[in-house]
Structure formats: structure tokens, C-alpha cells
T-cell receptor, first 110, second 113 residues
């Protein structure tokens, strides 16, 4: 069964304290893996798409990486404005389904 | 402003009421979606429209009825809902159905009492 699991469920960091969020997935074949950021009271905002193992994408303090079984979202020297819920989603290479994880709620303390 | 506008932002309705959620996009996208987001659960795809035609109905109860009069507007008509239908309802659009770089709206927070 296709599945996406994100960990940890919640993460509190001091400003400047780097860390990583994990998204592990089980799909028959991967067409793409997507990261979104969601602020309270808003819809998810697209961050990255990764398509193949070894691929990396960067945006400001965020870097997403992909292996055959998981993706990491690395946050370097986070700031309070990075506080949000980060969602991962995968698209299998068969069918039109698109599976989301439950997200990691990140809080960065000044 | 993300390019996808949803109204209303908040809605409280009784179980016997009928109400509608509205979504509008001016991004020139061809595909539009309704998603349900409940606490501690993954986003659930409800409906997919491509060029105004419904291409997917993800086993959604008939008390939810979508309408897509044109490629810029999407509605979700609600009637005789249950308290467990309380959730954040998100509209999204993308250039094509196979393109999952979605643009989401801010959602409608629905409470069924």
C-alpha cells in the first residue's frame, strides 16, 4: 500500500539550531516527491519537487534531498519566520493519486 | 494573495443547512481540486476537474456536490452534513492534472454543529 510518513510530528528549535525533517515513503514507483510549507490559517505553499534519488534542491535556508526510500528537508540556521508545518507528498508513477503525509510542525524560538 | 481565492474563510452551519464554498483562480490553470484537511490526518483528495470536466471523485459522500462552471471557478455545495465533516476545505489549481506543483487557496474552515 502506498504510504507517506513524516517525522517528527513536532519540532522545536532555537534560532540558529540546524536540523532535519524526515519523509519516508512506500510506493510502487516514484514519479515525484513534493515539499510544501503551511502557515496557520493558510493553504500549503509549494516549495520543492524531487524526481530521482540523489537529487537536491535548495531555497534560502532549506535544502531537500531524496533517496529511494525517504526525503529530508534540512533547515540551516533557522529563523522564527521558518516556523510552519512542512508537508511532504508523493506521486506514484502509476495512476493519478497524490499521497500527503501528516506534516511536521516546526517552531523556531528566538 | 496566492492566486487562488476561497470564500468564505469561515463557515458554521447546522446539519440541515445548505451552503456553498467558492474557489476562484486567475492563473490560467486548467485543473482544479478540492481537498479536505482534518487535524492529525493527511490531506484527502475529494474531486479533480480538468477543463471543467470532473475526472476524479475520490469516493466522496453525496452530501458534497462539486460544480465547475468554467476553468476559473469551482464550487462545493454542502447539504445535510455531519459533525465529522468539520475540517479545512482547500481548493487548489495546477496547469494540468499531472502537474502537482499546486497553488492552494487559504481554505474555508467549516464547522458543522
Amino acid at each position: 500500500e502506498d504510504q507517506v510518513t513524516q517525522s517528527p510530528e513536532a519540532l522545536r528549535l532555537q534560532e540558529g539550531e540546524s536540523s532535519s525533517l524526515n519523509c519516508s515513503y512506500t510506493v510502487s514507483g516514484l514519479r515525484g516527491l513534493f515539499w510544501y510549507r503551511q502557515d496557520p490559517g493558510k493553504g500549503p505553499e509549494f516549495l520543492f519537487t524531487l524526481y530521482s534519488a540523489g537529487e537536491e534542491k535548495e531555497k534560502e535556508r532549506l535544502k531537500a534531498t531524496l533517496t529511494k526510500k525517504e526525503s529530508f528537508l534540512h533547515i540551516t540556521a533557522p529563523k522564527p519566520e521558518d516556523s510552519a508545518t512542512y508537508l511532504c507528498a508523493v506521486q506514484p508513477n502509476t495512476g493519478n493519486q497524490f499521497y500527503f503525509g501528516t506534516g511536521t510542525s516546526l517552531t523556531v524560538i528566538p | 494573495e496566492t492566486g487562488v481565492t476561497q470564500t468564505p474563510r469561515h463557515l458554521v452551519m447546522g446539519m440541515t443547512n445548505k451552503k456553498s464554498l467558492k474557489c476562484e483562480q486567475h492563473l490560467g490553470h486548467n485543473a482544479m481540486y478540492w481537498y479536505k484537511q482534518s487535524a492529525k490526518k493527511p490531506l484527502e483528495l475529494m474531486f479533480v476537474y480538468n477543463f471543467k470536466e470532473q475526472t476524479e471523485n475520490n469516493s466522496v459522500p453525496s452530501r458534497f456536490s462539486p460544480e465547475c462552471p468554467n476553468s476559473s471557478h469551482l464550487f462545493l455545495h454542502l447539504h445535510t452534513l455531519q459533525p465529522e465533516d468539520s475540517a479545512l476545505y482547500l481548493c487548489a489549481s495546477s496547469q494540468d492534472p499531472g502537474d502537482y506543483g499546486y497553488t492552494f487557496g487559504s481554505g474555508t474552515r467549516l464547522t458543522v454543529v
